[in-house]
């Protein structure tokens, strides 16, 4: 395990701070009201890396201007490497070039921080998979027969791509319960969350990735909560999969966790129950030992951690669901975020979605002051995630989104 | 029905021209390798629309000369009915401004008409969700039960769409026959198309759409043929849906033919088995009479039109789809391409994909020197379409690729 690096922003030696100097996570900012530009945390402060290259401090192109961070992956791995040596230099050495390019957090405001080109979800953790596969059909046929040899994904909405902080709007849907003959059309009742990571594809393909290669082009990481309806997901997903329940919001964590940051925490997969195809082979460990806890806040209330799990779970790397992504010739793109799948751990206080928490609504959590078994309105729903290093820690910050009533339709 | 507008350009004014003056579809295309702009077709001609933007005979802010078709469409209706117009005049009134801003179209390059935003493929004829049902789930179970209440539809992979002519190479995925204890890693042998119509989402909204507002959001429709490999599919579709089985490559056709110029076309859909719910009531005939075939020609060989059917066919329309899509609260982009689905007619004869012509694999169809079950390297295939007027056609032009082998992989 490294140990920290410290900086001369003395916030970010704190052993509290999700942004010490082994971080620098990249993100898009705005303060009163100007163009959002590109800047990395450190400490309780964020550095405008726009200002550093109009300045001349820094050089890559002008990318660092654009508002979003799309252009500066575009620029390769290289360049990757050499932004972050830099910013480590100029961050322990020293002192800002100007005063004003170091900006207070509490006075930015964050953007996306990077425009999303599509979007993927997996389903990639066995005991998610196991714990929804018993309720949608049975513990008999909970792992679907292909799920020990395929990271099974879907195609998602990048359109409904959010940043945290933004509210999301109970949606409206088909649904039919088990015992209703025909459907109705109406507020979902099983409004749910699913705690994710997302990755950040930094890199363009035309053809398919072996494993390695697909983890060369991971550029990093952000917390995801993929907003499931799931009424409206039990009615609709046969034979094509999760569509309109899945269609409202995806909130994402505004700073992207580089993959070099997170080096230090790379750890083997679960064992395999059964042997993967060769072209799923891993060079190396590709998982990562991220902490993850998700809070429920109702309106007006106090916040209960309703489950605390690891990213270590997954069964499949975020490479080896790259590699599957584009086996089929599929075009990969700068901006592609591919969702984890919900993370559940073992037992049941790391299970990642109420859905799973509840056992399909039948039995209510406890939280500070009520019970709930799906969100209700007002609702805020906030994941955290950490690396935890010696004496400091590779933050997330947060993803959070607060639930408002459904619309009135006409 | 509407009868031919006859055009000073004499090719325009011939029966079997695809592109009369009623049609005026809009396409992208560059000539001697210059850069690509937007024009419009007529008879065997293209008309130069960003010239004509440029020397200030038409005025849209500049948005034809950008290559694409999304600037224009973002403007709204009233600017889509005000070019219409305008073209209407300057085609059938006087000559050209200069000899020079009509193209021969044999000396053009075609290019994709417009950005994918996103793409998302509807299951939305009835004969085709039976047909492909009881092949994946016998005829008992072949028809979801969500089918007649539901436009079935999932997310595609926008990345992979791509323009007619382009070649597309055979995938390798996973695959596993119902009598293989394991699955394996390899070139697909069940290589298909989908004939269906693309529709292409010209306005933005945020919220649910009546399906009126739906129906004025649609700029135009194309060609789609949206290739899957069906061995890949059986394998991998079960619980969340097709993934790489659909997203080595769609191909559309070059022009977008304007809902403008389909208005004479509208239909009304087939009877509805069970009531619909309001919010897919359609205030009128929403569905196309739009006759199309399938051509598939040998390497070195002679065409065979292995299909004939009709857009009527749909059991839902577009607009449904699109009212449906955006249901959810889903933010919708100008530049959504929606694959109506498969449209297979009622016989034999009138099937949208080689998976049901063939039944599955079991029976072998005719073509010019030979038979196919699914398609072989080096077949083309090629998809027309066309309303049929009075003595006139709104013609699609060709939506065709050729299936090369698939790749050497290390």
Redesign the interface.
């Known amino acids: 395990m490294t140990n920290l690096i410290r900086s001369w922003v003395e916030s970010a030696n704190a052993p509290e701070t999700n942004f010490p100097l082994n971080n620098l996570p990249y993100g898009v900012f705005s303060t009163d009201g100007g163009a959002p530009r590109c800047g990395t945390a450190i400490g309780d402060s964020i550095l405008d890396l726009a200002a550093l290259e109009t300045e001349g401090v820094l050089d890559f192109g002008g990318t660092l201007g654009t508002g979003s961070w799309n252009s500066f992956m575009e620029r390769g791995l290289a360049e990757w490497a050499r932004l972050r040596t830099e910013l480590t230099r100029l961050l322990s050495e020293g002192e800002p070039p100007r005063p004003g390019d170091l900006v207070a957090l509490e006075n930015a405001r964050l953007h996306m921080p990077f425009t999303v ?2 979007y993927t979800d997996f ?1 990639a953790s066995r005991n998610h998979a196991f714990n929804v ?1 018993s309720m ?2 049975g513990p008999e046929n909970a792992l ?3 799920w020990l ?2 990271p ?9 791509v959010v940043v945290s902080g933004t509210p999301v ?1 109970r ?4 649904l ?1 319960g088990p015992n209703d003959e ?4 109406g507020p979902s009742r099983r409004f749910d969350i699913e705690l994710e990571m997302g990755a950040v594809v930094g890199q363009a393909s035309d ?2 990735l ?1 494993v390695g290669e697909a983890f060369d082009n991971i550029f990093g990481f952000v917390l995801l909560n993929d907003w499931s ?1 799931r009424d ?1 997901q039990g ?11 899945k ?3 995806t909130t994402i964590s505004p700073w992207i966790v580089t993959a070099a940051a997170l080096e230090p925490f790379r750890v083997a997969p679960p064992e395999r129950e ?1 042997p993967l ?3 799923l082979a891993e060079p190396g460990p590709m998982n990562y030992d991220i902490a993850l806890e998700i809070g429920l806040t109702p309106e007006g209330g106090r916040e209960t951690v309703i489950s605390r799990t690891n990213f270590r779970e997954m069964y499949y790397s975020t490479a080896q669901q790259l590699a ?2 584009s ?7 700068v901006g592609d975020l591919l969702g984890s799948g919900t993370i559940s751990g073992p037992g049941k206080a790391s299970r990642g979605s109420l859905l799973e928490m509840s056992w399909g609504g039948r039995e209510a959590i406890e939280i500070d002051g009520g019970t709930r078994t799906f969100i209700e309105d007002g609702d805020t729903l906030t994941l955290r995630g950490a690396a935890l290093g010696n004496g400091f820690q590779i933050g997330f910050g947060e993803c959070s989104g607060k639930l408002l009533p459904s ?1 009135v ?2």
Chains 1, 2 share one sequence.
Do not use: D
């Open positions: 080109a599509e389903y596969g949608f059909r679907p027969p292909n040899h395929i099974i994904g879907y195609n998602g909405r990048a359109s409904s709007r949606p409206h849907g088909q039919k025909v459907p109705r059309f053809g398919p072996a309806a409206i009615w609709e997903y046969q034979p094509l999969g999760p569509f309109q329940a269609a409202t919001a059964l195809l060769p072209y599957h992504h086996s089929s010739g599929c075009p990969m793109r619309r339709l006409r």
